[in-house]
Every structure is written in C-alpha cells, then in structure tokens.
C-alpha cells in the first residue's frame, strides 16, 4: 500500500460522484488531513487548483461546506479554515455522541445483508493493512465506514449532520495521534471502531450504543489531550502565520480539472 498517496476517490458503495461530490470529498480530505491548515486563508481559485476541478462544482461544494462549518466565505476575499477550537470539539463531540447513537442503532436494525458484507469486508482491508497503517489511511478507511453506517440506516438526511460532525472529529484525532499518542492512540481507535462494527454486523443494538459510547469517550480524550501540549499554531495557523496560505507541496496535482 503507498500510503504517500491521497487517494482521494476511495469509496465503497461503488456509485458514479457527481463533479460536485468528488469537490466535496476532495476539499473535505484536505481539511481532515490539515493539508487546508487550521485558520489558515485560501483563494478560490487556489482551492480550484489544489483539487483539480472547475470553478461551479468547486463553488458549489464550498457553499455546503460553509453551511457544515468547515471552513468560512469572506466575500470577494477568499475562504477561511475553521480553527480547532477545542471548546467548540468538546460540544460537537457531546452532540456527535447523541447522533451516533441513533446512527448505530438504526444500522444495527436496519442493515441489509449486502451491507453486512460490506461492513465485513471493509473490517478485513482494515485488518489487512492495519501493520502498515496511518492516521491519514485510517481516516480514509473510516469516512467510507461512515457513508456505509449511513447507507444502512436508511436515511439519507444523516448524511449532512453525521458526516460534518465526524469530519471534525478525524481532524482533531490526527492533531493528537500525529503528534502526540503516536501508533498506541492508533491502535486504540482502529479496537474501538472494530468493536463498534462487530456489534452492527451481529446485529446487537445494545452492544452497539455501547460501542459507539465507548468510540466517543475515546474522541473526547484525545481532544483533553491537545490542550497546552501542542504547537497553537497547529490550532490556528493565523495567529502566528498572517500570510495568505500556499497548498503543500505534498498534495499531488490533478491534471484533471474539469471546467
């Protein structure tokens, strides 16, 4: 697995993206992995480019983006990335429990046996690649759990509270694994989610809220971890970089770009 590459197009259910989907998951990879730093600024045009695809999808997935709270429109002036405020990741994290909750449980109930296949096999991948795994290949691994959570639910409208909430909550997870609890904060996310899946796949809803509890405790101890033990910088890349944001030289170009 090279694991050096954003595979920005890794999905599970096998469905067409629309241009605006695939800006959309484009733009949010970028956030959850701080590649768009925390509070930095960024040109439209700049994000057009780093994602390689034309000015309407672009727009338009920035739109639901801002509506999300990713990241803010300053008219005639660019975007802004959302900070990590960590007062603000500790409610979203208490409202994320309740939503979770309702997700598991519906899955848990409502999955089809094409879904617990599915499950199953994004289980073993996981489980495959998990003596090469990173932060950032896990997040990957974990938003497609996420769209298949909400697939098998039923319901689609989770799909824009469920997914912004846990966007938020891979990005300050990489914060703490990456710089601070390292592969053992690692090792300890990918148990829990594999707890939280075992329990949806065999059907037991109890065992599931549990799981899921059991998930977001873990996701609130991360976010106590950060306070006064990294860089504010990482938190907020203004208040020491009032420069206008340049895009990483590690995110690779999409000779693509559709108009």
């Given at each position: 697995?090279d694991?050096?590459?954003?595979?920005?197009?890794?999905?599970?259910?096998?469905?067409?993206?629309?241009?605006?989907?695939l800006?959309?998951?484009?733009?949010?990879?970028?956030?959850?992995?701080?590649?768009?730093?925390?509070?930095?600024?960024?040109?439209?045009?700049?994000?057009?480019?780093?994602?390689?695809?034309?000015?309407?999808?672009?727009?338009?997935?920035?739109?639901?983006?801002?509506?999300?709270?990713?990241?803010?429109?300053?008219?005639?002036?660019?975007?802004?990335?959302?900070?990590?405020?960590?007062?603000?990741?500790?409610?979203?994290?208490?409202?994320?429990?309740?939503i979770?909750?309702?997700?598991?449980?519906?899955?848990?109930r409502?999955?089809?046996?094409n879904?617990?296949?599915?499950?199953?096999?994004?289980?073993?991948?996981?489980e495959?690649?998990?003596?090469?795994?990173?932060?950032?290949?896990?997040?990957?691994?974990?938003?497609?759990?996420?769209?298949?959570?909400?697939?098998?639910?039923?319901?689609?409208?989770?799909?824009?509270?469920?997914?912004?909430?846990?966007?938020?909550?891979?990005?300050?997870?990489?914060?703490?694994?990456?710089?601070?609890?390292?592969?053992?904060?690692?090792?300890?996310?990918?148990?829990?989610?594999?707890?939280?899946?075992?329990?949806?796949?065999?059907?037991?809803?109890?065992?599931?809220?549990?799981?899921?509890?059991?998930?977001?405790?873990?996701?609130?101890?991360?976010?106590?971890?950060?306070?006064?033990?990294?860089?504010p910088?990482?938190?907020?890349?203004?208040?020491?970089?009032?420069?206008r944001?340049?895009?990483?030289?590690t995110?690779?170009?999409?000779?693509?770009?559709?108009?």
């Amino acid at each position: 697995m090279d694991q050096s590459t954003i595979d920005f197009e890794w999905r599970s259910g096998g469905r067409k993206a629309s241009l605006t989907d695939l800006a959309y998951e484009r733009i949010e990879e970028l956030f959850v992995q701080m590649h768009l730093r925390p509070g930095a600024s960024i040109r439209m045009q700049d994000l057009q480019d780093l994602v390689g695809l034309g000015r309407t999808p672009v727009h338009l997935a920035v739109r639901r983006l801002a509506a999300e709270t990713l990241l803010d429109i300053r008219p005639r002036d660019g975007l802004t990335i959302s900070t990590i405020d960590l007062a603000r990741e500790r409610r979203l994290a208490r409202l994320r429990r309740d939503i979770d909750r309702f997700v598991v449980e519906a899955a848990a109930r409502n999955k089809t046996g094409n879904h617990g296949s599915r499950l199953t096999f994004w289980r073993r991948r996981l489980e495959g690649a998990r003596s090469e795994l990173t932060v950032e290949t896990f997040n990957r691994f974990d938003r497609t759990f996420d769209l298949l959570l909400i697939e098998a639910t039923g319901e689609r409208f989770l799909e824009r509270t469920y997914r912004p909430l846990h966007a938020f909550a891979r990005r300050v997870g990489l914060l703490n694994l990456t710089q601070l609890s390292g592969s053992a904060g690692l090792d300890q996310t990918v148990d829990r989610h594999f707890d939280l899946l075992d329990a949806i796949v065999a059907g037991n809803v109890a065992k599931a809220r549990k799981a899921s509890d059991a998930l977001v405790d873990f996701s609130i101890s991360l976010i106590e971890g950060i306070a006064g033990n990294v860089d504010p910088a990482l938190l907020d890349a203004s208040l020491v970089d009032p420069q206008r944001w340049a895009p990483p030289e590690t995110v690779p170009e999409h000779p693509d770009a559709a108009a």
